[in-house]
């Protein structure tokens, strides 16, 4: 792919992206702050740790392809701040859009140049950026799994969910 075309499959991603955040931040709202221990298996994630993980690995994602260097993940430990969904929202509102915006203003030619993540995969960052959307989509496909066993309601994702109409 060469940088004209790199951009143009970066604005599509960048579009998509945004239209995903609002879904996103349905579901982070919609988690009860009373049940934020809920995790479905012990291997799992709690409600809390996947509310932080996504608010934080999306900017963390996004100004990583931004930089053309990825840094070690974020802490999601309590140590973050994020204490309940608000807090989430809040930060995500705030730096997501503004990480997105940094990925936005770079060129075609740094979104050919090749990332290293880790030496796991070796991509240019318009790659990371489709793994980036991928990424947040799964994380909130599983968080809003545990909705209803916490005794809150699934915002529309795609369309109406039952708790919607």
């Known amino acids: 792919m060469d940088s004209k075309q790199a951009k143009i499959v970066a604005d599509f991603l960048i579009a998509d992206f945004e239209n995903e955040m609002q879904s996103t931040l349905r579901v982070i709202e919609a988690v009860p702050s009373s049940q934020l221990g809920y995790r479905p298996d012990p ?16 900017e963390w994602l996004l100004n990583c392809i931004a930089n053309g260097a990825f840094t070690p993940p974020p802490d999601d430990s309590d140590a973050c701040g994020i204490m309940n969904p608000a807090d989430a929202a809040a930060r995500y509102k705030e730096k997501v859009p503004a990480a997105l915006d ?3 203003a770079m060129s075609g030619q740094k979104l050919v140049n090749v990332i290293d993540m880790f030496g796991m995969i070796k991509a240019p960052g318009v790659n990371f950026l489709a793994m980036a959307a991928k990424h947040s989509v799964h994380h909130r ?4 799994t545990y909705l209803r066993p916490m005794g809150g309601r699934v915002p529309g994702i795609y369309g109406p969910s039952a708790d919607t109409q």
Do not use: A, F, W
């Not at 996947?50 to 608010?55: F, P, S």
């Open 102 to 104: 940094r990925v936005r």
């Open 141 to 144: 496909g599983q968080l809003s």
């Open 43 to 58: 291997k799992s994630k709690t409600g809390l740790g996947l509310v932080r993980h996504i608010t934080l690995e999306d």
